[in-house]
């Protein structure tokens, strides 16, 4: 099979946290196969840039023929460029191989030390964005680039304006440095503005954050994703980098471009990514916890719905199993909707009698453990397998439905003992994943007790 390949023309990042090394895992990330041009290359670490050693522009225009000369380059990314000579070098190949870049005005790094020279910005409005099709600045960089003071959403947008009146093609502004509830993003392509919002993530510093931005969007561009869908993906993708960042060094953290548990790569809206952060962190939880002993042993799955959920894509659950090694509880597999059939059904079956209770996570049978579950303080309800009607579809939608309806309500807790090649099972229900993941541990400790 084919990849897809991206470029990026950037500076180099010894630490690996930034510049060509982090554009290079990016494109990986995506699965596809990255080349890269260097522009400059620093002695930094996640500290500080103590050093910037400019290339030679001829060595620069090399490296872009030779590519060129070589491969079909299905997009572009640009990163530090420096000064204003490097900045009309790259311009002009630009305009030669007729490229639609992903430009990123790289001018500080995150260490707050400078990346630009003091012609950059000037050069950079008078030769390369007008040939840029999509912007990624930063607040600070885009208010350099303007002229203009960013203090709300408003002024954003004005800034996105006065960014497309230079040339570029579409403005993104990256709303990080924003005092907002949120870190909200604006991308603007000339007549609609497009607003994509995530919770800040606190106590990261993120370096490298830009680049790897600008490169996820180069990246996803190369999959031929239309521009806002590059940048909504994008965000997502970051954020779950970021979030999942680790310090490698003495100073700033940096992404992990190697997810233990990838977010999917776009959500209808900002509930479903709700629902499915707080899924991921009780999942989490869970498997530092639980007893090998507690796990069945076809595995574990665990569901959260989206509030008045009616269908199974509109419920969050592992992509997999949550399964016992020989000494630890792991999750094998990732954490999406419309990935579980069984659990997921088990949730439906419960919101259509009680809206609120949208989570369920299965544990072992046993009937100490259902025992267990009648004295920490659990209402319990069960189905037998051998009276489901043969019309019946789902055997967890109506075994839940049996359960309820000869309870009268929705209990904590619902079993059944199996059948012939159905391994019998528990289930914990909860209003949301950490109110299931507490019962679980309240029955944890009186069965350690």
């Given amino acids: 099979m084919k990849k897809k390949i991206a470029l990026s023309v950037a500076g180099s990042d010894p630490s690996g946290g930034a510049g060509i090394q982090a554009d290079l895992k990016s494109f990986s990330f995506l699965g596809l196969h990255g080349t890269t041009v260097i522009t400059c290359i620093t002695s930094q670490n996640t500290q500080h840039v103590k050093k910037i ?10 490296q872009i023929d030779i590519l060129f000369g070589d491969f079909h380059i299905d997009a572009v990314k640009t990163g530090m460029l420096y000064d204003e000579e490097i900045i009309k070098c790259v ?66 947008k004005k800034t996105c304006q006065k960014l497309l009146s230079f040339g570029s093609k579409y403005a993104l502004i990256k709303g990080g440095h924003l005092d907002t509830k949120n870190a909200i993003d604006v ?22 954050s830009g680049c790897t931005l600008s490169a996820i969007i180069t990246g996803l561009l190369a999959l031929e994703e239309t521009p806002v869908e590059a940048v909504r993906k994008a965000k997502y993708i970051i954020w779950d980098m970021i979030n999942q960042g680790y310090t490698p060094g003495k100073g700033s953290d940096v992404l992990s471009h190697s997810c233990e548990i990838a977010m999917p790569s776009t959500f209808p809206n900002n509930e479903y990514f709700d629902v499915w952060f707080e899924l991921k962190n009780a ?139 159905k391994e019998p099972m528990i289930r914990v229900l909860g209003n949301n994943p950490e109110d299931a993941l507490s019962k679980l541990k309240k029955l944890l400790k009186k069965y350690e007790k």
Wanted: net charge positive; with cysteine; charged share 20%.
């Fill in 91 to 156: 311009a002009k190949k630009i305009s030669e191989y007729t490229l639609s870049p992903v430009v990123d005005p790289v001018m500080i790094a995150t260490s707050g030390d400078t990346l630009s020279q003091n012609t950059f910005v000037n050069s950079f409005k008078r030769y390369l964005l007008p040939k840029t099709f999509i912007l990624t600045a930063n607040i600070p960089e885009a208010c350099e680039l303007t002229g203009l003071s960013i203090n709300s959403i408003e002024d954003i």
């Fill in 187 to 208: 991308l603007y392509d000339g007549k609609i503005f497009h607003e994509f919002s995530l919770p800040r993530i606190p106590n990261k510093k993120a370096h490298g």
């Fill in 283 to 421: 999942i989490q939880k869970l498997v530092s916890i639980l007893p090998l002993t507690f796990v069945p042993e076809v595995g574990m799955n665990f569901a959260y719905a989206v509030k008045n959920a009616q269908k199974l894509d509109e419920i969050c659950a592992v992509d997999g199993r949550i399964l016992k090694t020989k000494d630890k509880v792991r999750l094998y597999g990732n954490i999406d909707f419309g990935s579980s059939k069984h659990v997921a059904s088990i949730v439906l079956a419960v919101m259509s009698v009680d809206k609120n209770v949208r989570s369920a996570v299965n544990i072992r049978y046993s009937k100490n453990i259902v025992e267990l579950c009648k004295k920490t303080g659990f209402s319990v309800g069960s189905f037998d397998r051998k009276n489901e009607p043969a019309n019946v579809t789902s055997t967890m939608e109506w075994g839940t439905k049996h359960a309820i309806s000869k309870l009268g309500f929705v209990p904590d807790v619902v079993y059944d003992t199996g059948s012939i090649g």
């Fill in 53 to 62: 050693h400019k290339l030679p522009v001829e060595i620069i225009e090399n």
